[in-house]
């Protein structure tokens, strides 16, 4: 069974993780969110931007963070997005569990990716996900909404942010309704690079 549940989210200075319309996904915001890793060498070989691109730390996260996840859960708006963006060869090369009220059958793509559509709640998907994962971890993979539930739920261990060089104003924000009482955060790791702050948690009940 796996061992965590963590979820590791690009944001904002401002705290957001996404504009608030799908429309606006490939919107200046969004690139600016997400610029530092299009140059990285793991993102162009999983994304299939073509060959080379940088290493060091950054390069070096974004790969740990892929090599450690066994299984992905994620929101049917992320799902939408990703369904119009992702290469054939889908970037998570594991199994993708997607939270939704859509009843669909699971959509398997070339390079190990499968989407199973779970329609009765986050703990079934989570439980499948884990029994998925082996001895790997399970990561939330978005968006704001699903992420929040798993928060709320007290289902998260731990997460990690890339904070990025860039105010949204407005949007989809990480953490809009958290339970505030309820979760307490453990630092794990602060480290600035050339482009973002990774910042990394545990999650503990208060
Ligand atoms: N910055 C980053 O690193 C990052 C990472 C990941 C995603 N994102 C972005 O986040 C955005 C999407 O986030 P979001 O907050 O709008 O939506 P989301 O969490 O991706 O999806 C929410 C949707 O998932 C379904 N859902 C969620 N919980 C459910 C439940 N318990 N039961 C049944 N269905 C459930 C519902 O859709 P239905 O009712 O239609 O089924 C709900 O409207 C995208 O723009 C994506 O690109 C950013």
Redesign the pocket.
Same mark, same amino acid.
């Given at each position: 069974m796996a061992k965590k549940v963590f979820f590791?989210?690009? =944001?904002s200075l401002d705290g957001f993780? &996404?504009?608030e319309s799908?429309e606006d996904?490939m919107g200046r915001q969004?690139i600016a969110?997400?610029q530092w890793m299009f140059p990285l060498r793991f993102i162009r070989e999983n994304l299939k931007l073509g060959e080379g691109g940088e290493e060091g730390r950054d390069n070096d996260i974004v790969r740990e963070t892929f090599e450690r996840t066994g299984a992905s859960v =994620?929101?049917?708006?992320?799902?939408d &997005?990703?369904e119009q963006m992702w290469p054939e060869e889908a970037p998570f090369h594991t199994p993708v569990f997607?939270?939704?009220?859509?009843k669909r059958d699971p959509w398997e793509r070339p390079g190990g990716t499968t989407f199973h559509f779970v329609?009765d709640?986050?703990e079934t998907a989570l439980d499948q996900a884990r029994e998925a994962a082996g001895d790997r971890d399970v990561r939330i993979?978005?968006?704001?909404?699903?992420?929040?539930?798993y928060v709320n739920a007290g289902l998260i261990d731990e997460f990690s942010i890339?904070l990025s060089p860039v105010l949204f104003g407005s949007g989809?924000r990480l953490f809009e309704g958290v339970d505030a009482g309820r979760v307490a955060l453990e630092p794990v790791r602060a480290e600035p690079t050339q482009r973002v702050t990774h910042l990394t948690y545990e999650v503990r009940e208060r």
């Open positions: 590791s989210v690009s =944001m993780i &996404a504009p799908l996904l969004w969110l997400q =994620m929101g049917k708006r992320m799902f &997005a990703g997607v939270v939704t009220h859509e329609n709640g986050i993979a978005g968006g704001g909404a699903t992420i929040l539930e890339a989809i």
